[in-house]
């Protein structure tokens, strides 16, 4: 004869077990739910990188709301609450790759031990992002501004501060030189033009090792505006010959 159960009945085999394995589920604290604030960051970044991708590859004309909309997965009235209008998003992605170009700046300047080593940094900073797809988004965005003024009324001041910020470093960086700080504007303007320019030949100019090599001579010769003449600047020379 089998002993009976406290309830004069037999549990099933393994009713134990799975009774264990419920509390165990139930005991299981559910993930936090995400803010109102992180669940709108999350979606401007995915905005953001959807646009960049639509003027990546179809241009400032190709990257309409609709288009972007598409790309993002969503509606477009949830990308409109986010970003009103396309100028107003155009300068949200400028603004995006600004931090990200200042960041990537910053930590260049800071690796280098002296103030050549830093511009060094800092050129081959510039050099590498001007290859980059994000590099020709940015492109699309500021040239489209000649014809657009709402743009151009939401971007200029956000290239504005940045062309100033990274002004100031390279100034506090050449300051041992003795470069005046207009010479200094000038050789800043002169690099963008030279990157942006390197950035059109990336996007159409299927010899690689081409722009690579301009890319070279162009650094060493902005080394030697900056410090002097220099032997690497006169080897590049003689590579291009």
């Not at 165990?24 to 953001?48: C, F, G, M, N, Y």
């Not at 107003?88 to 600004?98: C, G, P």
């Not at 260049?108 to 994000?134: C, F, K, V, W, Y």
């Given at each position: 004869?089998h002993a009976a159960?406290s309830s004069g ?6 009713a ?5 394995g ?6 299981i604290?559910p993930p936090?739910r995400r803010?109102?604030a992180?669940?709108?960051a ?5 905005i953001l990188t959807?646009?960049?991708?639509v ?11 609709s ?12 990308i ?5 209008s396309?100028?107003k998003?155009?300068?949200a992605?400028?603004e ?16 280098g031990?002296?103030?050549r080593?830093s ?14 797809p994000e590099a020709?988004?940015?492109l ?5 501004r ?7 009324e939401?971007?200029a001041p ?6 100033r910020q ?7 960086l050449l300051?041992?030189?003795g470069?005046?700080a207009?010479?200094?504007?000038s ?9 942006r ?9 299927r010899d690689?090792p081409?722009?690579d090599?301009?890319a ?7 080394l030697?505006l ?10 590049s020379c003689?590579?291009?010959?």
């Amino acid at each position: 004869m089998h002993a009976a159960s406290s309830s004069g009945r037999r549990h099933p085999e393994g009713a134990t077990d799975m009774a264990q394995g419920n509390a165990s589920v139930a005991d299981i604290a559910p993930p936090p739910r995400r803010s109102q604030a992180e669940r709108s960051a999350a979606t401007r970044a995915k905005i953001l990188t959807a646009a960049r991708d639509v003027l990546q590859s179809q241009g400032y004309s190709g990257a309409t709301m609709s288009a972007i909309r598409d790309a993002a997965g969503m509606s477009l009235g949830a990308i409109q609450y986010q970003y009103s209008s396309k100028a107003k998003l155009m300068a949200a992605v400028v603004e995006d790759l600004s931090a990200r170009r200042a960041e990537i700046y910053a930590d260049a300047i800071q690796r280098g031990a002296t103030p050549r080593a830093s511009m060094e940094n800092l050129i081959d900073a510039n050099l590498a992002l001007a290859s980059q797809p994000e590099a020709a988004a940015a492109l699309e965005i500021h040239l489209a501004r000649r014809n657009d003024p709402e743009l151009d009324e939401e971007v200029a001041p956000i290239a504005l501060q940045h062309d100033r910020q990274i002004l100031s470093w390279s100034q506090e960086l050449l300051h041992s030189t003795g470069i005046d700080a207009t010479s200094m504007e000038s050789l800043q303007l002169l690099s963008n033009a030279v990157t942006r320019g390197l950035t059109v030949e990336y996007i159409r100019n299927r010899d690689q090792p081409a722009i690579d090599r301009a890319a070279t001579l162009w650094r060493a010769q902005m080394l030697a505006l900056l410090f002097g003449t220099s032997e690497e600047a006169d080897e590049s020379c003689h590579d291009v010959h």
